[in-house]
């Protein structure tokens, strides 16, 4: 049966979610985890695993590719309609080149193997943390705000679409020591 990831909003940077249907397995990845200071909640079900994905919006995944109702392969499909940044860590006893490249095409960003050696998945489980953190951090510290207007400052791709001629810009001037300013003026004008 899954157990309800805890209420804690400070430390939703260090919460897990366990999905496996064998419950030797989960409490084996709960304990390592919860070792390491990590809070952790379980789910036997894909479908367990959606609703407790959605409820406690955990900062990680490790889920089973062969669950009791469903493929982890869905679960994972799933979680990426409405979530592409969670990092998601794939777990089977299969080790065909072909699921784990299914694996990471559908958007996991790991797959590691059974048997589980743990020291092993809590290091995978620490880098795809800090990775998804520095990538939050840049994500925050990369935006324009303007009143109730704020902007992914992703000027190059932005050039790209606006620009006449991207590499010679007219409408996003850098602007030294300051940042980018936008004109309205058209070119040539």
Known sequence: ???PLPEVPE?????ILVVDGE???RREVRQACEQDGF???EA?????ALREFEDAQPALVVLEVTLPDMSGF????EIRKTDTTTPVIMVSSRSDEIDVVVGLEI?????VTKPLRLRELLARIAAHLRKSRMEAFDYSRGRLEFKDLVIDVHIR???RKIEPQPARPFYILAVPGIGYRFTNARPGA
Do not use: I
């Open 1 to 3: 049966m899954k157990q």
């Open 11 to 15: 430390a939703g940077a260090r919460r």
């Open 23 to 25: 419950t030797a397995v």
């Open 39 to 41: 809070e952790v909640g």
């Open 44 to 48: 036997e079900t894909g479908a367990d």
């Open 74 to 77: 869905d679960v994972c499909r």
């Open 107 to 111: 958007g996991a960003d790991d797959y």
């Open 157 to 159: 791709n932005l050039r």
